[in-house]
Nanobody, 116 residues
Framework: QVQLVESGGGLVQAGGSLRLSCAASGFTFSRYAMSWYRQAPGKERELVAAITSAGGSTNYADSMKGRFTISRDNAKNTVYLQMNSLKPEDTAVYYC?????????WGQGTQVTVSA
């Protein structure tokens, strides 16, 4: 059974930091590219950051560059998102995604709320 379980969300003041984790099971984690997406109320889901299967390459949405860092530990089947200098507009549900070809798995999401 495939599972992606996000954790680490919560309430933080603007300028603060959070580290999200996504623990994967039920598939060969090291063969999948991993991404973080987010969805704010009334908005479409958007890509936050992505990392290749071996972790050699990363990609970020422009508004997250320099503030967010995606990383992975294939030995622990976990992907992380370090979020620094958080802004109120970063408030959203953050989702973990695993992708390999046409196969895509999603987690249930973790809420991040940034207060002004």
């Amino acid at each position: 059974q495939v599972q992606l379980v996000e954790s680490g969300g919560g309430l933080v003041q603007a300028g603060g930091s959070l580290r999200l984790s996504c623990a994967a099971s039920g598939f060969t984690f090291s063969r999948y590219a991993m991404s973080w997406y987010r969805q704010a109320p009334g908005k479409e889901r958007e890509l936050v950051a992505a990392i290749t299967s071996a972790g050699g390459s990363t990609n970020y949405a422009d508004s997250m560059k320099g503030r967010f860092t995606i990383s992975r530990d294939n030995a622990k089947n976990t992907v992380y998102l370090q979020m620094n200098s958080l802004k109120p507009e970063d408030t959203a549900v953050y989702y973990c995604n695993a992708q390999r070809g046409s196969i895509s798995y999603w987690g249930q999401g973790t809420q991040v709320t940034v207060s002004a």
